[in-house]
């Protein structure tokens, strides 16, 4: 990772091209020097951070500033409501594969009326012969985000999909789930529907927790209970809430069995927060794991990998003698 970093700082530091301007099918434009072009994105360096365009947003390349214009079809066409920019940073090499999405800095709040319509098809149930949680998908491809306790010790995992079609939902069953990853202490799990007739589906980019600040309005998307797409709205009462030694973040919008690994959004319709777990004697108590969390488990998804035929996957702490036990060996 360090050396990644130093690579990005020198590839900032050392670029000689000449400038650029990137014209967008929004009506938007950037400026700055092209640090690479590929088949399906452009990398540009804007001087404070560096953005990957996908070539689908691009309307026109303009190099040297001299008016010569290069046209650039649409490889792959895209959601029009899906941002139009993603945030390159030596930190989220994630971001940079693409395996999920991160908002433009440019999106505005929105109502949570208006972000429900656009989200909530992003936003699953997960169902095993234990129980049932929350997910929501992360990138178009099915591969979707839980917490481990939903999927803890089960092999038979379903994931209800939910969407909405000439004003009626509709609801399908997929069965060929995979574990892809698992993070027991992070209490976070990665699946993919593997159904041979799985469409693409609608997913939701991952924001930035860091940024949040006490007060700030937050809603979340879950099944408590199995009442599949329930809408919880609150704000954030604390971000920096330890427990058992990790932080998480508290809000007022009620958590429940069934939400858990479900999404907390913010007001620009990123997920800030994966909901795990509430206060039972206490209303309003709802805990989330932060978004930052879930980026470096799957920034390191190669690391938790899942293998069915490795029974020490996940590893699991043995039980200390305790002091009982000692006194009653001697």
Do not use: W
Request: net charge neutral; glycine share 10%.
């Amino acid at each position: 990772m360090l050396k990644k970093c130093v690579s990005l700082l020198l590839l900032l530091s050392c670029a000689t091209s000449p400038a650029a301007t990137v014209e967008l099918k929004g009506k938007g434009s950037v400026t700055g020097t092209i640090l690479e072009e590929k088949r399906d994105l452009i990398v540009i360096d804007i001087g404070y951070t560096v953005l990957v365009i996908p070539k689908s947003e691009v309307l026109k390349l303009i190099q040297d500033g001299k008016g010569a214009a290069k046209t650039t079809a649409a490889s792959v066409p895209g959601p029009s409501s899906a941002p139009a920019l993603a945030i390159l940073s030596a930190a989220d090499p994630g971001a940079a594969e693409g395996f999920y999405k991160v908002a433009a800095a440019s999106v505005q709040e929105q109502s949570v009326r208006e972000l429900v319509y656009t989200l909530g098809a992003a936003v699953v149930q997960v169902r095993t012969p234990g129980g049932l949680g929350s997910g929501f998908f992360i990138n178009p491809e099915g591969f979707l985000i839980t917490n481990f306790h939903v999927v803890e010790g089960e092999t038979q995992i379903s994931v209800e999909v939910y969407d909405i079609k000439d004003g009626q939902m509709e609801r399908k069953s997929y069965k060929q789930v995979r574990i892809i990853a698992l993070n027991k202490f992070g209490d976070l799990a990665l699946l993919h529907i593997e159904d041979k007739d799985a469409p693409k589906f609608v997913s939701v980019p991952l924001g930035d927790s860091d940024k949040l600040s006490v007060g700030d309005r937050v809603f979340a998307i879950g099944s408590p209970l199995g009442l599949e797409r329930t809408v919880t709205e609150g704000i954030l009462s604390t971000k920096t809430r330890e427990m058992e030694g990790a932080l998480y973040l508290q809000t007022t919008a009620q958590i429940n069995p069934g939400n858990s690994g479900g999404p907390l959004f913010n007001l620009r319709g990123e997920v800030v927060g994966v909901t795990n777990m509430k206060i039972t004697f206490g209303e309003g108590l709802g805990f989330a794991i932060p978004v930052e969390s879930v980026k470096h488990f799957l920034n390191h998804r190669d690391s938790f990998a899942y293998d069915n035929d490795n029974p020490s996957n996940p590893y699991r702490y043995l039980q200390p003698p305790s002091r009982t036990q000692k006194s009653a060996a001697q």
